[in-house]
């Protein structure tokens, strides 16, 4: 979850990503900011974000993306 947070600050360090839960509904992550962070999400976990993946609830938080990290991770 570190690594996780690291990446997330380097996209927007003045959004608090462990209590934030509407990056995406409360648009404080763009369509950019993700097309951004998906590579290097991939990159860092070693897991392949499809574009079934790119839904909303997957990104509204740090936790809803360490979820869907864990889930990639063990498909």
Same mark, same amino acid.
């Given at each position: 979850?570190?690594? =996780? =947070?690291?990446?997330? %600050? !380097?996209? %927007? +360090? &003045?959004? !608090?990503?462990?209590?934030?839960?509407? =990056?995406? !509904?409360?648009? /404080? /992550?763009? &369509?950019?900011?993700? /097309?951004?962070?998906? +590579?290097?999400?991939? !990159?860092?976990?070693?897991?392949?974000?499809? +574009?079934?993946?790119?839904? +909303?609830?997957?990104?509204? &938080?740090?936790?809803?993306?360490?979820?869907?990290?864990?889930?990639?991770?063990?498909?």
């Amino acid at each position: 979850m570190e690594q =996780l =947070l690291e990446i997330l %600050n !380097d996209i %927007n +360090p &003045s959004i !608090d990503y462990e209590t934030e839960t509407r =990056l995406i !509904d409360g648009g /404080l /992550l763009d &369509s950019f900011s993700i /097309l951004s962070l998906i +590579p290097e999400l991939e !990159d860092a976990f070693g897991i392949e974000i499809t +574009p079934m993946d790119m839904v +909303p609830a997957n990104f509204n &938080s740090a936790k809803a993306m360490w979820d869907m990290i864990h889930r990639l991770k063990e498909e």
